[in-house]
């Protein structure tokens, strides 16, 4: 038995207008139009497809020209979809932003490329520039952050800011009150492969204490610089709710500076090149980078 296909235009009766054509009723008697009313001919009722057809509000409605077929004819949107998309676009256009600058440097490579960005005018000065020191970083970079970045940010007007983590709460012990592991370690499973466990250094030694010197400060809403390169957009955190008080900015995404661009400018501008930055003892690091740290 063949299945029943549903027709490709709606039926008149769902078009919203009323086809006075005479009908037959289950008793086998003839409805005749009202008096007054002359019969709407099956073409017009057919190709009368305005009173029924609607566009949705949302201009990024997937449906072609935003057409969508409706009952009512106050239907403001094709699918609940579309509604709940409008309002959180207007939600987040309805927040202001905050209007001062912070901008967290960890030592690296990105970060100096912002404070070059910084020192030669292609960003605006920011109103706070911090460093959480963990008391896990490396002798060099350490070295690389009093001897450069300080002086050549002192030149623009910034004040580099080197907080200790210990200092605003941080608890700097690699395993929690839980026996989990802070740190980025590995594991070898029973069946072969090695597998990643999960990471809570830099939220806890990094971001929270971060967050409490700011507030120190009298900071609660800021824009938050964070130096990720554009060949690392997979690292960006989707926010599902917008946040009135910290909003993340990616300089080096928005300007397209890669890693290697990153380098060529701050050779082509004469600052020494940093160091990977990264704790002493983290697991995230390559044999030359163990073999250095040794000798």
């Given at each position: 038995?063949?299945?029943l296909?549903?027709?490709?235009w ?10 006075h054509r005479?009908?037959?009723?289950r ?11 002359s019969p ?6 057919w ?11 949302n201009?990024a ?13 106050k239907t403001r949107?094709?699918s609940r979809r579309?509604s709940?998309q409008?309002?959180?676009?207007r939600?987040?256009?309805?927040i ?8 967290a ?5 990105d970060?100096?490329?912002i404070?070059l960005m910084?020192c030669q ?13 963990c008391?896990?970083?490396?002798t060099r970079?350490m ?8 002086d ?20 700097l012990?690699c ?10 370690a590995f594991?070898?499973r ?5 597998v990643?466990l999960?990471?809570?250094c ?10 409490r010197?700011?507030?120190?400060m009298?900071l ?5 610089w964070?130096?990720?390169s554009?060949d ?12 009135r008080s910290r909003?993340r ?7 397209g500076?890669t890693?290697?661009?990153c380098i060529?400018?701050?050779?082509r501008?004469g600052?020494p ?11 995230n ?11």
């Amino acid at each position: 038995m063949h299945a029943l296909r549903k027709p490709l235009w709606p039926s008149p009766r769902r078009l919203g207008g009323r086809s006075h054509r005479s009908q037959t009723t289950r008793h086998g008697r003839s409805k005749q139009p009202p008096s007054g009313l002359s019969p709407m001919p099956r073409e017009a009722a057919w190709e009368d497809t305005s009173r029924m057809m609607s566009i949705c509000e949302n201009t990024a409605c997937p449906r072609p020209h935003g057409l969508f077929e409706t009952r009512r004819r106050k239907t403001r949107f094709c699918s609940r979809r579309c509604s709940n998309q409008l309002s959180a676009m207007r939600r987040r256009e309805s927040i202001t932003l905050p209007s001062e600058i912070v901008f967290a440097c960890g030592g690296g490579v990105d970060s100096t490329a912002i404070a070059l960005m910084v020192c030669q005018g292609l960003l605006p000065k920011p109103d706070v520039a911090v460093m959480m020191d963990c008391g896990y970083e490396s002798t060099r970079t350490m070295q690389y952050v009093r001897n450069v970045l300080w002086d050549r940010l002192a030149d623009a007007g910034v004040t580099l800011h080197v907080v200790s983590s210990r200092e605003y709460g941080a608890d700097l012990s690699c395993v929690d009150h839980k026996g989990l592991i802070r740190i980025p370690a590995f594991r070898k499973r029973d069946n072969g492969p090695i597998v990643k466990l999960r990471t809570w250094c830099n939220s806890e030694w990094k971001q929270k204490p971060c967050r409490r010197f700011l507030r120190s400060m009298g900071l609660s809403r800021y824009i938050n610089w964070v130096g990720l390169s554009a060949d690392e957009t997979r690292r960006i955190k989707a926010c599902k709710k917008p946040s009135r008080s910290r909003v993340r900015k990616y300089p080096l995404i928005e300007h397209g500076w890669t890693r290697e661009r990153c380098i060529w400018e701050l050779g082509r501008a004469g600052w020494p090149l940093p160091v990977r930055s990264s704790c002493i003892m983290c697991p995230n690091q390559t044999d030359d980078r163990w073999r250095s740290s040794r000798d």
